[in-house]
């Protein structure tokens, strides 16, 4: 697994690329978490990501929250199949806001 954040449109665009497990999650988490803590609105970039588990779930919705905390934007762009499946299952697409790209306002 590997990242890198871009920022675009007022945005901290995090790009993951690869499996998402219990030995990656927490790379993911603090990605996120830092931008969150440096007040960017942030959306995370699943497009390449092939495989997620709980754990990696578990820190896309620890960056929910601290969003939320912070008064701050959070959602998913490009989400794969693989993870799309996983947030269906668990009804979690209903919980975050997930869009085809990087919406024009943001």
């Known amino acids: 697994m590997s990242s890198k954040v871009v920022l ?4 901290a665009v995090v790009h993951l690329v690869g499996e998402i497990d219990l030995s990656r999650s927490p790379g993911v988490r603090k990605t996120i978490l830092e931008q969150l803590a440096l007040g960017q609105h942030t959306c ?43 947030l269906m ?10 869009h085809a790209a990087l919406p024009p306002h943001a």
């Open 8 to 11: 675009e449109g007022g945005f």
């Open 44 to 86: 995370v970039n699943l497009a390449a990501v092939s495989y997620i588990d709980s754990s990696g779930i578990a820190s896309l919705i620890e960056g929910l929250q601290a969003a939320k905390r912070g008064g701050l934007q959070f959602f998913l762009i490009a989400v794969s199949e693989p993870v799309m499946s996983v």
């Open 89 to 98: 299952l668990a009804r979690l697409d209903k919980v975050f806001s997930i």
